[in-house]
């Protein structure tokens, strides 16, 4: 997932929409990948930044692998899917002195092309201390955090859906807090609908992907797409592995009808 500017603190005054059509107007200037900004939110940290895949290997049913997602893929020719959905347990993660981040979401294309339309949350490791937010995302601009709270252990359901008109609706919801976060945005450019996905994720910083915070286990569970449940799909599970040292860094275990566990396994 891009650049974090940790010393940066960008104070948020205004309220987000519970239902937006929105233009990233503001990111066009900026850098649209591999950037981060740490946005103190309500006492909150949240971080922008982009999720899309790096180093995919043997993209097959039994192991694929990349460098920063983790979790399943539900593969398939173009206009294949149209929603995508699943809840999870908001994961603590354990800090030490290194930065480090990690997201948790799900989304549509991304696997097999360059779009991405997704929502999810957040789990990092900055200055030694933890920050959870939540946020969406429309590849290439990077992510637009919400203004909520977000805690160890929340329950999160998040989806994203083709309206059919170009447009994406991605919709949080964490259920211990009481929010719901809903915005409405056109696809990605080249959007296929050829791929669905719920993954566990550690982001790239400054053209590289960081340490991946020990989160312990994320549990994924009622899984779907187009109403299906991802175990029905023969979907593709995708450990993230570190392609220089070989290293391991999380992997899924075996899916359920739609609950499945991704479990941290190193950093890098």
Same mark, same amino acid.
């Not at 945005?185 to 400054?206: F, K, L, M, P, R």
């Given at each position: 997932?891009? %650049?974090?500017? &940790? ?14 059509? @929105? ?6 200037? *900026? ?5 981060? /900004?740490? #946005? ?8 922008? %930044?982009?999720?899309?895949l790096?180093? /995919? ?11 920063n ?8 020719? &173009? ?9 999870w347990? %908001? ?6 002195s ?17 779009? /991405? ?26 992510? &637009? ?5 977000v ?12 309206? +059919?008109? +170009? ?12 929010? @719901?976060?809903?915005? @409405?945005?056109?696809?990605? #450019? ?11 994720? *550690?982001? @790239?910083?400054? +053209? ?18 187009? +109403? ?9 599970p995708?450990?993230m592995?570190n392609?220089?040292?070989g ?6 275990g #075996? ?14």
């Open positions: 997932m891009p %650049q974090r500017a &940790s010393a940066c603190l960008l104070t948020v005054a205004a309220t987000i929409a519970v239902t937006a059509l @929105t233009t990233p107007a503001a990111l066009a200037a *900026a850098p649209t990948t591999h950037r981060v /900004l740490e #946005a103190r939110i309500n006492g909150t940290a949240a971080s922008r %930044q982009s999720h899309d790096q180093g /995919l290997s043997d993209p097959t049913k039994t192991n694929a692998t990349s460098g997602w983790s979790g399943y893929v539900a593969t398939g020719s &173009s206009g294949t899917y149209k929603s995508v959905a699943s809840s347990i %908001q994961p603590a993660v354990k800090c030490d290194h930065d480090s981040y990690s997201s948790y979401w799900v989304g549509l294309d991304g696997y097999q092309n360059k779009a /991405l339309e997704q929502t999810g949350t957040e789990a990092d490791c900055i200055g030694g201390k933890a920050h959870y937010g939540a946020w969406w995302e429309v590849i290439p601009a990077a992510e &637009s955090p919400y203004s909520v709270t805690a160890p252990g929340d329950h999160l359901t998040a989806s994203v859906k083709d309206n +059919g008109d +170009g447009t994406f609706t991605m919709t949080l919801s964490d259920s211990t807090q009481g929010w @719901t976060r809903t915005t @409405t945005h056109a696809g990605s #450019a080249g959007y296929q609908d050829s791929s669905a996905e719920v993954i566990a994720e *550690a982001t @790239t910083a400054n +053209g590289s992907i960081a340490s991946l915070p020990d989160f312990g286990s994320v549990d994924f569970s009622d899984s779907q797409a187009n +109403g299906t449940t991802f175990g029905s799909l023969s979907p593709t995708l450990t592995q392609h220089g040292s290293d391991v860094m999380a992997k899924p #075996a899916i359920s009808g739609g609950d499945f566990a991704v479990t941290w396994e190193s950093s890098s």
